[in-house]
């Protein structure tokens, strides 16, 4: 979990009283964080991950307050339009598609309050935006901008600027060589043919997202009193999100945040939206959830303070609020307002004497013999897009897919696990060689005679990368598994277009189709952006066990 830093002056000053140490430590540890130091310099927390908008003392102190009856209920923000654009080019969707922005006034900055904005751009980096590989954010002087803004992609010799800390102009790809900046992120821009840039109107370029700014039009100091926000990435509800995060405690600082118009090829968004949004409560979900029997008003309270607004049957979600996903976070935040220490233990009316499931032992069985084979286990999502799944596996499989999906990287059911070991390999590209890792877990496939409508079963997907990996490798991989585990097997020729055709075949176990096994097709490589060959196959673990 992130350790964050508060100022303990500035902390006591946002909550509006001093709190003595032990009641902090109390209800810092049942909020949910841990209090790691609490003296009259400074706090240290750790916070989890799914909640990011507690990363800065304005954040933290909003849902502390809260959660201690000092300031309940949900904060209302207003964001005035500023009628400024930023232009989006179509050239940039290739690189990296998308930004939301904002404007701040009335900025009053000294050394603190820098440190406060530096530290939550700083862990928002490396939590909520995956060392910057999923988004970052810019925080640029508005007096040294021209307006209107551009966001596009251009080569990266033409884009020349003296980067942060530097006292001589490069150009993007010089900078990513020489800049210690540019050397510890240029992976996230390895292979792109052109940069994503912000430029003013004066051609002056504000930064390279996501490597660095530009020491002329991107540092803020003291004396900056309006700025501008962007952030930049690849899903919009993740940016919008951010973008929230990061206006919610600039208000609270006491700034002024007005929105801005930013214009894609196809349409035309305004950002920041700061408005709640509404979340129906299933309120008999929630009470057999906690083993409660709480009344509307009674959820009303404790929703109250955890920051919520409420209305009849309705919970308003705090625009920050990126873990709100499903029925089951409102439970938990109510469970946590209503006190984990005021839950009563109770014993079982079931009698039972546990033991391991003889699937699970054959499970643990298979991982033995994958790890006697030389494979690394890697664990993957559940969740998978469709893009992923189909498209750049270049075939065609049936997904089953999220109805209200938060993110375009996750909007399916994955229906088969070899696309999430391509994408490991594709983030370990600088990694040493040979790569050998293997991953079991759930697919998901449509089935009408289920209760769900979805069949679910176990399969084991393993892939090698490296510079000669080919069919044969596979195969003695393969055979490995099925001898340990007393099968005889035969593999027919079949065609997949995920697959070389002549070098995959399809695996037959007791005459039952059990397997696809392969070369991965070029093109399948290329859509992952990997350079080596990679070989593999996918066993259905499920079928596997009933057979033996």
Sequence with gaps: MPTVTFNRKTFDRIIGKKIDDDLLKDRISYLGTDLEKADDGEIVVEVFPNRPDMLSEYGFARALSSFMGIQKGLRKYD?????????????????????????????????????????????????????????AIGIYPLEKIAMPITYTAMNPEDIVFQPLDSSEKMNAREILEKHPTGREYGRLLEGQKTYPVFIDSNNEVLSVPPIINSEKTGRITEATREAFIECSGFDLVTLNYLLNIISASLLDMGAEIQSMEVAYPDKTIVTPDMAPWEMKIDYPYINKWLGLDLSERQVADYLAAMGYGHKPGHALVPSYRADVLHTVDLA??????????????????VATIAEESPFSKFQEKVARIMIGAGCQEVNTYHL?????????MNCRVDVIALANSFSEDYNVLRAWIMPCLLKILADNKTREFPQKIY???????????????????????????????DFSEAKQQLGYLLSLLGLPYEIEEEEHPSFIPGRVGRVKVKGKKVAYIGELHPIVLQNFGIEMPVSGFEINLTEIFGLI
């Design 332 to 349: 938990e935040d109510i469970a946590i307002a209503y006190g984990y220490e005021n839950f009563k233990g109770e014993i079982p009316k």
């Design 439 to 469: 991953d079991y877990g759930i697919i998901f496939k449509a089935n009408p005679s289920t209760e769900t409508g979805t069949e679910e079963n176990v399969r084991l997907a393993s892939v090698i990368s490296h510079s000669k990996a």
């Design 79 to 135: 964001v005035a339009k500023s009628g400024a654009r930023v232009t989006v080019t179509r050239n940039v969707a290739k690189v990296r598609p998308y930004t939301v922005c904002a404007i701040v006034k009335n900025l009053k900055l000294d050394d603190e309050k820098i440190k406060e904005i530096i530290q939550i751009q700083e862990k928002l980096h490396v939590t909520f935006c995956r060392n910057r590989k999923k988004a």
């Design 384 to 392: 998978s897009s469709q893009k992923e799944q189909c498209t750049m």
